[in-house]
């Protein structure tokens, strides 16, 4: 049982069928929504996933959808999933949990203000409804409970949040009306070439023909690429998070600052994380993809804090190459399911508490942690790769990808199917890490 428990479940369906026209391995929300805008589209698809919908990272994550704040090569992508969220509330039998309750990015020194008021002005003419509050406009959109620290903040009022526990579940049986099969605890274990492109994949409950695969596989995707002689950069990163029980008084809106953020929940609770205080294990991927990451790590030295953990010791004893007859690392080790860092999560609570005194009052129902796929530019990978016509990769969300799921699924299922692209692919080419 993982250590966030609550998540919505979703049957499997049987048995196996022999050919598909698109198989989509990983059941995360990337991997969802690809299902969901191929089966509207009428294409045959079926989603394998290696243990259940949103095991890992989908549910694990802070449920904010936002546009502030993204890399400008994101925000067409996070534009055009907010309407697709919007337009889910009345197309999906199961509630998302989406609601535009807005986000604030808080400022407390001039550096800050300088950084977001730079960003502001690159991203505003590419349609971002952010816009600069003074003091007296934060304390007015927070109800005179606004931090005197506070020199300025970024707000969103259209931007929101849902909720990870229940959406990629939704939108997954949502994907299945529309006529996508769904198998859960079938690993995907590799590929079969003919004519020199994608002619199957193998999992561990048997052969699937097909013309094409997206491998939405989040934190396992590098991994699988490997054994197919595909070089993917990708490393896992480590995120603590928690959540309180319903608390009275506190914003509407998320809130991030330097040190801090936290959302309001559906039930009326807060999901609460530690800013900048992300654990990237020691593997050997580390050494691996070093020349690739250095430039990130040497621009994001803060956010990230290399350490030996269990994480080490377990992927130096995971193969790299295995037989498609055999069990693989997908069927050993299922989840992904780390330990939160309990030291990163009571220093956020007391930060959060120092600001908004309500928050001194909380009760902690629970804490978590997951793995964040991340690429060296922190900007995911939506494309084909050409060694393997047929063969699509969409990951490497760098913790970003629940907000633009509803994008990404969308133009996976362009790409794949050759439509006109949602949004140009460009930013997301794979090209961009050839060696």
Same mark, same amino acid.
């Given at each position: 049982?993982?250590?966030?428990?609550?998540?919505?479940?979703?049957?499997?369906?049987?048995?196996?069928?022999?050919?598909?026209? !698109?198989?989509?391995?990983?059941?995360?929300?990337?991997?969802?929504?690809?299902?969901? /805008?191929?089966?509207?589209?009428?294409?045959?698809?079926?989603?394998?996933?290696? %243990?259940?919908?949103?095991?890992?990272?989908?549910?694990?994550?802070?449920?904010?959808?936002?546009?502030?704040?993204?890399? !400008?090569?994101?925000?067409?992508?996070?534009?055009? %999933?907010?309407?697709?969220?919007?337009?889910?509330?009345?197309?999906?039998?199961?509630?998302?949990?989406?609601?535009?309750?807005?986000?604030?990015?808080?400022?407390?020194?001039?550096?800050?203000?300088?950084?977001?008021?730079?960003?502001?002005?690159?991203?505003?003419?590419?349609?971002?409804?952010?816009?600069?509050?003074?003091?007296?406009?934060?304390?007015? #959109?927070?109800?005179?409970?606004?931090?005197?620290?506070?020199?300025?903040?970024?707000?969103?009022?259209?931007?929101?949040?849902?909720?990870?526990?229940?959406?990629?579940?939704?939108?997954?049986?949502?994907?299945?009306?529309?006529?996508?099969?769904? /198998?859960?605890?079938?690993?995907?274990?590799?590929?079969?070439?003919?004519?020199?492109?994608?002619?199957? !994949?193998?999992?561990?409950?048997?052969?699937?023909?097909?013309?094409?695969?997206?491998?939405?596989?989040?934190?396992?995707?590098?991994?699988?690429?490997?054994?197919?002689?595909?070089?993917?950069?990708?490393?896992?990163?480590?995120?603590?998070?928690?959540?309180?029980?319903?608390?009275?008084?506190?914003?509407?809106?998320?809130?991030?600052?330097?040190?801090?953020?936290?959302?309001?929940?559906?039930?009326?609770?807060?999901?609460?994380?530690?800013?900048?205080?992300?654990?990237?294990?020691? !593997?050997?991927?580390?050494?691996?993809?070093?020349?690739?990451?250095?430039?990130?790590?040497?621009?994001?030295?803060?956010?990230?804090?290399?350490?030996?953990?269990?994480?080490?010791?377990?992927?130096?004893?995971?193969?790299? #190459?295995?037989?498609?007859?055999?069990?693989?690392? /997908?069927?050993?080790?299922?989840?992904?399911?780390?330990?939160?860092?309990?030291?990163?999560?009571?220093?956020?609570?007391?930060?959060?508490?120092?600001?908004?005194?309500?928050?001194?009052?909380?009760?902690?129902?629970?804490?978590?942690?997951?793995?964040?796929?991340?690429?060296?530019?922190?900007?995911?990978?939506?494309?084909?790769?050409? %060694?393997?016509?047929?063969?699509?990769?969409?990951?490497?969300?760098?913790?970003?990808?629940?907000?633009?799921?509803?994008?990404?699924?969308?133009?996976?299922?362009?790409?794949?199917?050759?439509?006109?692209?949602?949004? %140009?692919?460009?930013?997301?080419?794979?090209?961009?890490?050839?060696?």
């Amino acid at each position: 049982m993982p250590m966030y428990p609550h998540i919505s479940h979703v049957d499997s369906d049987h048995p196996l069928p022999q050919r598909a026209d !698109v198989v989509i391995i990983g059941g995360g929300i990337v991997g969802v929504c690809t299902a969901y /805008f191929l089966a509207a589209r009428g294409v045959s698809v079926v989603l394998v996933e290696k %243990s259940g919908i949103a095991d890992e990272q989908s549910s694990r994550n802070w449920g904010w959808v936002r546009t502030m704040g993204r890399d !400008v090569a994101e925000i067409p992508l996070a534009i055009a %999933s907010l309407a697709l969220w919007d337009a889910w509330a009345a197309r999906l039998e199961h509630g998302t949990g989406f609601t535009r309750a807005g986000i604030l990015y808080a400022c407390e020194s001039e550096q800050e203000i300088a950084a977001k008021v730079a960003w502001l002005e690159q991203a505003k003419p590419m349609g971002i409804d952010a816009e600069w509050l003074d003091t007296a406009q934060i304390d007015a #959109r927070l109800g005179g409970k606004a931090p005197r620290s506070w020199k300025g903040a970024l707000y969103t009022a259209t931007d929101g949040r849902a909720e990870p526990d229940i959406a990629t579940a939704a939108i997954a049986q949502g994907a299945r009306a529309l006529g996508a099969r769904i /198998f859960t605890r079938c690993a995907a274990r590799s590929l079969e070439t003919e004519a020199g492109r994608v002619g199957s !994949v193998i999992t561990e409950l048997g052969e699937i023909k097909c013309e094409a695969v997206v491998l939405a596989a989040g934190a396992w995707s590098s991994l699988f690429c490997r054994n197919l002689g595909v070089r993917l950069p990708q490393l896992r990163v480590l995120g603590s998070v928690m959540r309180t029980a319903p608390l009275p008084g506190g914003p509407e809106c998320a809130v991030a600052t330097e040190k801090v953020s936290f959302r309001k929940r559906a039930d009326g609770g807060y999901t609460v994380a530690l800013r900048n205080a992300n654990i990237a294990p020691l !593997v050997p991927d580390s050494f691996r993809y070093l020349p690739d990451f250095l430039p990130m790590v040497r621009a994001h030295h803060r956010e990230y804090r290399l350490r030996v953990t269990g994480q080490t010791w377990q992927e130096i004893n995971t193969p790299g #190459r295995w037989a498609n007859d055999q069990p693989t690392p /997908f069927e050993t080790q299922r989840i992904y399911d780390p330990k939160p860092v309990e030291a990163f999560l009571d220093q956020a609570l007391k930060q959060i508490a120092d600001q908004f005194p309500v928050f001194a009052q909380a009760k902690i129902d629970q804490r978590w942690a997951g793995l964040i796929d991340v690429t060296p530019d922190i900007i995911p990978v939506m494309d084909e790769v050409a %060694s393997i016509p047929g063969f699509y990769l969409a990951t490497g969300f760098s913790g970003h990808g629940f907000g633009i799921g509803p994008g990404a699924g969308h133009l996976m299922a362009d790409l794949v199917t050759g439509h006109q692209p949602l949004v %140009s692919p460009a930013p997301f080419r794979f090209a961009r890490f050839a060696r």
